[in-house]
DNA sequence: GATCATCCCTGACATTTGTCACGGTGACCT
DNA sequence: AGGTCACCGTGACAAATGTCAGGGATGATC
């Protein structure tokens, strides 16, 4: 039987290297490729062709669900299993609906790592039951995309006029919509509209 | 020659359980405990007698910081490693200032953990030297004790009545607190002066 | 004992922020 | 064609925020 040729995306080089020290471990898996970046995702995949992608949410040039959407088409026959840190249903969500067959807490014990990998290779769907009972009560973003831009642009903490300047919009709309978004998130602030939004993976 | 003891102590179990897996490769390395929570640390390190603790600083319980104080005081033997996501210039003073041997980002190749380890137990100091450099230009927090006390209950962006009560302090103080806190990091917004001393480790 | 820094508080002020009501546009659907 | 919805803007208002000038209290340092 030959092996599952698996990639590994994680800017992180430490974890990285531990994740394929923890699956190199496992005789029926094979570590064919690392990158650090999202946008490398594609460019690895094409010359190592693997089986399944382990791909993590949070990384530079292009996060893990974009790098996901990329490798679906370009590279239909991987299967994608997307690693992330935060639970954040909306992650969970994106990532599914840009083609992931699987969605992994970095919570989740190691031994399981492998086993979800085998699963998906299978063709099977590996998702955290409690986090998808979540996504489901939390709904998809009530956002609209320009509010989501304005929330987005108030991360850094910026005053009203700046906002106004990075989005090329009137201060009186900036207020608007952030009003909006307060609104829909059921906060008080904008710093607390910003901070709730993130949770939920609405960024 | 016996091998080197390590304590491993991260939140994240899967990141906890590919370390394990990295350093196991290592012959004259061995895992003898882990643990999840900060506050555990020191009960698992009278157990198991680690030569090298790895810590993260992340973690629920106690962070980091916290336990490689409680550890130089309880477990003097045992060399303390901190390993972290963010490179921010005040983790790596406080680590060192509680008594750690090494600091270590989790950016850096996983080749060179194993190495810091043995460093670390043959009583060298081991730090990221870009991580130094910055830690000396950005220099010790300014923040006094109650403007970081304000500034941390700042930080999930409640109104300044709901920092009053969470701090014990009047409306005005807080204020006051928080517009001194602002002048000193340079901001002009109270969620900017928040972000600004969370990414130099001041909170 | 004087000086200094920090702390807590007050009160007042200008600015910013969040809210609301309103009108107008374009896209999409029925 | 009409209805709905997101979008952009205006103007005006109350509330929250950031700033400043004070005063009193404490503890450390010299």
Known sequence: MTSIRVLLADDQALVRGALAALLSLEPDLEVVAEVGRGDEVVEAALRSVPDVALLDVEMPG??????????????????????????????????????????????????????????????????????????????????????????????????????????????????????AAIGKTGSRTRAEAVRIAEQNGWL
């Open 62 to 179: 292009a996060d893990g669900i974009e790098a996901t959407a990329a490798l679906a088409s370009a590279v239909p026959d991987c299967r994608v299993l997307v690693v992330t840190t935060f639970g954040r249903p909306g992650y969970l969500r994106r990532a599914m609906e840009a083609g992931a067959s699987g969605f992994v807490v970095k919570d989740t014990p190691a031994r399981q790592l492998a086993e979800a990998v085998r699963r998906v290779h299978a063709g099977l769907r590996v998702v955290d039951p409690s986090l998808a009972a979540e996504t489901l009560v939390a709904g998809r973003s009530p956002l609209t995309a320009r509010e989501t831009d304005v929330l987005r642009a108030a991360r850094d903490g910026g005053t009203v006029a700046d906002l106004a300047a990075s989005v090329h919009l009137s201060e009186g709309t900036v207020r608007n919509h952030l009003s």
